[in-house]
Structures are given as C-alpha cells and as structure tokens.
C-alpha cells in the first residue's frame, strides 16, 4: 500500500485491474485504518477516474453475496451521499411511496457516513431487522413490493470500511460505489450525485451496463431533486433541466429539507411523510424523486402522469400501508 499511496501522492492514476486488487486487499483486511483513511483522502483531492470507478465497482460485485430477485424486475432510489446538506431521508422515503404504487423496489442502504441518518439508520429506528435471507426478502416483494437490503451484509469490503469512514466524517469513493454496488444489480435505478462531473462519470460507467437509469442532481449541490433550485436528469438517451416550477411546485428552501441532529429526528420527518402531516416541502421533494423513479421504468409515461401516481400513493396511505405491511414482515 505504501507504494501506492507515494504514486497517488504524485498525482498518478490506477487502472482498473490494480483499483480491482486494492479494493480485494481492503476486504481481506491487508492494509491498517491509517492506510485506508489515507487512500480515501486521495479521492478527495482529485476526481476518480472511469477506469478506477469501474475497477472499485468490479471488486465489490465479485466480492458480494450475491442475491437473485431478477424477476421482479426492481427499481432502487439512491443518493450517493456526501453533499453536505444533512437533509432528511429523501430516497428511503420516496422508496416507499414508489412501492406504494405497486412497482418493485429493492433498496441497498447503509448507515449514515456523512449525515446524521442513513437508510439503515431509519430502518433500525422503526425495529427491522436486516436480513439476508433470499426467502424472507421474497417475501418481502410478494407482500408490499418492496426488500431492504443493509449493505454491509452483502459485501465485506463495506462493513471493513465502516468505521473509517465514520471517524473521518467526510465523502469518499466510496459514496460514489455505494449505488453502484446493489447486489441485485436492479433493473432500473434513479441515481443522485452532489455535482455534475460526477453525474458525467456515472452516466457514461452505467452506459456499460444493462441497468435502465436517470442520474439526477440539482445545481445548488443536493444529490437528489431537491426542489430548492434547478436539477438536471440524464438519462441514456438526454439531459434535461428542469426547475420546480415546470413540475407544478413552489421552490423550496435549505432549511425545509433538514433532517434534525439526530436519527430520530429524520425518522419522524419520514413518518410525518407518509402519515401525511408533513410540510408541503418535504412532501413535495419526495413526490419528486419518486415520480422520476416511476418514468425511469416507464419512460413512455409523461413526468405529470408520474407525478399523478406518486402523489396518489401517498394521499390514499398506499405509501403508508405499504411501510406497515414491511415492518410486519422485517421486525
């Protein structure tokens, strides 16, 4: 490892082979956490290459317990994290509303590495008990539309670099892997990174791919439809930029999104979500994010008709009798 950090010190990059074997040795648990913080601290100071992404990417999908729901055909909503905004549980939340709406979902969440609240965070406040049993998972789709899967379960290189990644506090490549290392490798996915030149990068590693996709991120630095501002959507056909007004919404503020100094603050804002008692704000934004996740397995439907059903789902408590009928089967 020492060598390689003195390379990448020097500026020099990894080809996808050698980011393949690094990433193999991290999960063996060959390098030390002084090695390891070191190693994320380059990824800060400059942007990861194509060839180093897809090296990460590739280790962690050889390495992961490997789960097969193909015929459900699922959808998963994932920010990559790291955009500084501590914003509550968008993409947990508009995983639901989307179930809600009778598509498959299966959701890849972890802890909170940068934020006050994860996915799993949420999960674990609410009592479910992550699992990976492939029949209980089944289960779990057949009954409300929607699996959960913590990803430090399915991938040990994940859960050797947990608390690294905890201490340190701040973005690293790994928050760029996270989404791209589902073990179900869904067939749709709605993407969200916190700048642009990651949205590039992304869309062209999942033009390699089978996955149908959206990567979206709105221009004020939210790695998801924050309706704070304008947001592109890439998609494999086009980019387009949208702002909340061409949606129907009144553009919202910073503050509207935060989600509390505590795990159990952003629990209640996604609750008070699908309960239906929560801001027009925090409503709005998720109706968003779960309406692009809808077009993304219907593109031939128009963004206001996706609008229509995810607003749906959450006014006549879909969303919500959906999230009952989870817990009932994951506590």
Same mark, same amino acid.
């Given at each position: ?12 990059? $990894? +080809? /996808?082979?050698?980011?393949? #074997? !690094?990433?193999?040795? @991290?999960? $063996? +648990? /060959?390098?030390?956490?002084? #090695? !390891?913080?070191?190693? @994320?601290?380059v ?8 060839e ?11 390495m992961?317990?490997p789960v097969d ?23 947990t ?8 709406a ?21 999960m ?11 029949n209980?998972?089944r289960?779990?789709?057949d009954?409300c ?13 994940l ?13 690293s ?8 290392v ?25 033009q ?13 630095g ?8 304008e947001?592109?959507?890439a ?17 919202c ?38 309406a692009?996740?809808?077009?993304v ?19 006549s408590?879909?969303a ?12």
């Amino acid at each position: 490892m020492k060598d390689i950090l003195y390379r990448l010190f020097e500026h020099q990059y $990894l +080809g /996808k082979e050698e980011s393949r #074997q !690094i990433l193999q040795q @991290i999960a $063996l +648990g /060959k390098y030390n956490d002084a #090695q !390891i913080a070191s190693l @994320i601290t380059v990824f800060l100071m400059r942007n990861i290459s194509v060839e180093e992404l897809c090296g990460f990417r590739e280790a962690l999908l050889e390495m992961r317990k490997p789960v097969d729901l193909n015929e459900y055909k699922p959808i998963d909503i994932v920010g990559t994290g790291g955009d500084g905004k501590n914003t509550f549980n968008i993409s947990t939340t508009a995983c639901f509303v989307v179930a809600g709406a009778g598509y498959n979902v299966v959701k890849h969440g972890n802890y909170g590495a940068t934020s006050v609240s994860g996915a799993s965070n949420v999960m674990e406040q609410h009592g479910v008990k992550f699992t990976t049993d492939i029949n209980r998972l089944r289960q779990s789709l057949d009954v409300c539309h929607i699996a959960y899967l913590h990803a430090p379960l399915f991938n040990p290189a994940l859960k050797a670099v947990a608390p690294v990644r905890k201490n340190l506090g701040v973005r690293s490549f790994f928050n760029m892997l996270g989404p791209l290392v589902n073990p179900v490798i869904p067939t749709y996915q709605l993407l969200g990174v916190y700048n642009l030149p990651l949205l590039r990068l992304y869309n062209y590693t999942y033009q390699e791919s089978g996955t149908r996709f959206a990567i979206v991120h709105s221009l004020d630095g939210y790695d998801e439809i924050s309706l704070t501002g304008e947001f592109k959507l890439a998609t494999p056909d086009k980019e387009k930029l949208y702002t909340p007004e061409m949606l129907g919404f009144k553009r919202c503020q910073e503050a509207d999104l935060d989600g509390g100094e505590t795990a159990e603050a952003a629990a209640r804002i996604f609750d008070a979500i699908l309960e239906g008692h929560a801001t027009e704000a925090q409503t709005n934004c998720v109706i968003a994010n779960a309406a692009f996740a809808i077009q993304v397995i219907h593109p031939e439907k128009k963004i206001e008709e996706c609008l229509y059903e995810a607003r749906q789902s959450l006014e006549s408590k879909q969303a919500l009798a959906t999230f009952r009928k989870f817990l009932s089967l994951n506590q």
